[in-house]
């Protein structure tokens, strides 16, 4: 699987943006990029996923850098509920659904009011 | 439409005790897996089950652990004689699907305790 790296942890102020980066060197031309979070004592949330061109949905964004070796989840305003541990995680198109989604360290937000 | 039922949220086993530990998918999903989080680390996949069948279980310890998705009721993480280091939480995903472009719902998670 293509490895992922993003920073152990990031701190924000409340209301502003959030940038939170992902590095993918080596991800293929047909590995999706997944985020999810996990808050505090519950199980991951789903965020969001792209595979080329940027997305966005109610709770963020999702930039996708040209090259697809990096990736980029903005979260607009941060509130005190964002507050958790993002994952970022490749998954291949051509995965035969075997495999489960595999998940690193993630990155720590901590949002300051 | 309610989201992934895991039960029970807490259980607290003697060491040498039988854990089971329960999973209810979503509606409409037949694809489950399972994750364990150690305290302070990140989430390990365990096994991927769809009704009545494995898929894979690469992630499970070889022994004292089995996993199984009947066609009708929850899913059943299993842990015989548990040990102190079986302490950690457990959570629950589902799927519809096996498309890699398609999200996980999770559950709250068992939070197991070894005593």
């Known amino acids: 699987d293509a490895k992922t790296t993003q920073p152990n942890s990031m701190e924000s102020n409340e209301e502003e943006p959030v940038h939170l980066p992902c590095n993918h060197s080596t991800i293929s031309g047909t590995d999706y990029i997944h985020w999810y979070r996990q808050l505090p004592s519950q199980g991951p949330e789903y965020v969001i996923h792209g595979l080329t061109s940027n997305v966005n949905n109610r709770m963020a964004s999702l930039a996708i850098a040209e090259d697809r070796k990096s990736s980029t989840l903005i979260l607009h305003r941060a509130t005190l509920r964002d507050a958790a541990v993002y994952y970022c995680i490749l998954r291949a198109l051509m995965d035969t659904g075997r495999r489960a989604l595999t998940f690193g360290s993630g990155t720590r937000l901590q949002v300051q009011p | 439409n309610a989201g992934v039922m895991q039960n029970p949220r807490h259980l607290v086993r003697r060491r040498g005790q039988e854990a089971r530990l329960r999973c209810s998918p979503m509606k409409g999903h037949s694809h489950v897996y399972w994750y364990r989080q150690l305290p302070e680390e990140g989430l390990k996949f365990m096994v991927y089950?769809?009704?009545?069948?494995?898929?894979?279980e690469s992630g499970m310890p070889k022994e004292r652990f089995s996993a199984e998705f009947p066609k009708e009721g929850p899913s059943i993480l299993r842990i015989q004689q548990v040990v102190r280091g079986d302490s950690a939480a457990y959570f629950c995903?589902?799927?519809?699907?096996?498309?890699?472009?398609?999200?996980?719902?999770f559950g709250s998670g068992t939070r197991l305790t070894v005593v």
């Open positions: 089950l769809q009704k009545e069948n494995i898929i894979d």
């Open positions: 995903a589902s799927s519809p699907r096996r498309i890699p472009n398609y999200g996980y719902t």
